[in-house]
Each structure stands twice: as structure tokens, then as C-alpha cells.
């Protein structure tokens, strides 16, 4: 239980430092109730909840309600998504974490 605690704890931690690498850029949050925002992310924390600026609905129609709002904190929790520019992925620190993740135990606890 312990092993599987740290590498979710390990999977985490890389998730949140790949975000922090975004502040500042343009990003969508797609949330579980299927609310679409697009905004500036503005800070990201360990919980992996999110800080936008210059925030935009997506489906204007469906959520006339939220058109005034400007900036928004939004709950790791309720993320489904964050799609990002595909400029800012670095195709290789992925494929290095994939690799690492994919690795045989012997490997992992080597590294």
C-alpha cells in the first residue's frame, strides 16, 4: 500500500509541476458537469485546483449565467479535463515519464 501511495504521490507531483510550467498560458478547463471555461491559468496547486484569468464560456447559450465571470478558482476534484496548447507539450519529458511509469519494478526503485 505504501508503494502505491508513493507513485500515485510521484504522479501527482509530476502532473502539478507540468501545470506550473502553463502559468500564463491559454488553457480550456473541462469540468465533470460539463462546463467548458477558457482563460489564463493563472496558479495551480499540489490539490491540482486551478486559478483562471480572463475566463470565457465555451457554450455561451447553455450557460448564459456564467458570462459575467472574469476570473475563477476551480476544485482539482471537478476537473475532467485541461486541455492545453499543443505547443507547450514537451513530447519528451512525457515520453520519459511513460517510460519510467511503463519501466519493471526492479527498474523503478533503481531510479
Known sequence: IRQSIAILTLEIMLFYSFFKTLVGKEVA????????LTGTLHSV???????LNNVQVVDRSKYPQLLALKNCFIRGSV??????????????????????????QS???SS
Do not use: F, H, W
Open 45 to 51: 496547486d499540489q490539490y491540482l485546483n486551478v486559478k
Open 107 to 109: 527498474m523503478k526503485s
Open 79 to 104: 476537473v475532467r479535463y485541461i486541455q492545453i496548447p499543443s505547443g507547450e507539450v514537451d513530447t519528451e519529458l512525457l515520453q520519459d515519464a511513460a517510460r519510467k511509469e511503463n519501466a519493471p
Open 29 to 36: 478547463v473541462e469540468m465533470k458537469n460539463d462546463v467548458v
